[in-house]
C-alpha cells in the first residue's frame, strides 16, 4: 500500500507560480504511475497531469498545456507539479494520485488510480 501526502499548495496572485509536492511511502514509487488532479468547489474531479514510471512521458490537460509540469524523482519517492501563470480558474484541491502497473503508460482516469493523498489547496487571487 501506497500513502501519499501532497504539500505545497497555498494562495498566490494572478500570473504567480506555486510547486506542488507529493511524498509517497509504503512502497517504492518507481512501480507506480502518477497523477494529479483537481476539484474546484461545486464542480466534479478533473484529471491535470500524469507521468508514467519512468518519467518518460507525460500528458496534460489541454487547460494547463504550457503553464504546469508534472515530474518525478523515483529516488526520493516525490512527484511534483510546478504550476506557473497561475491563473483564478486553477483555483482547487489539488490530489496526487497512484496506481500500480506492470507496463510504463499513463492514465488519465481518475478510478484508475488506486492511491490518493489528501489534498492540498490552491487559491489563486485576481
Known amino acids: 500500500q501506497v500513502q501519499l501526502v501532497e504539500s505545497g499548495g497555498g494562495l498566490v496572485q494572478v500570473g504567480g507560480s506555486l510547486r506542488l509536492s507529493c511524498a509517497a511511502s509504503g512502497r517504492t514509487l518507481s512501480d507506480y504511475v502518477m497523477g494529479w488532479f483537481r476539484q474546484a468547489p461545486g464542480k466534479e474531479r478533473e484529471f491535470v497531469a500524469a507521468?508514467?514510471?519512468?518519467?518518460?512521458?507525460?500528458s496534460y490537460t489541454d487547460s494547463v498545456k504550457g503553464r504546469f509540469t508534472i515530474s518525478r524523482d523515483n529516488a526520493k519517492n516525490m512527484v511534483f507539479l510546478q504550476m506557473n501563470s497561475l491563473k483564478p480558474e486553477d483555483t482547487a484541491v489539488y490530489y496526487c494520485a497512484a496506481d500500480w502497473t506492470l507496463d510504463d503508460e499513463i492514465y488519465t482516469a481518475g478510478p484508475l488510480y488506486e492511491y490518493w493523498g489528501q489534498g492540498t489547496q490552491v487559491t489563486v487571487s485576481s
Open positions: 507521468i508514467n514510471r519512468s518519467g518518460r512521458s507525460t
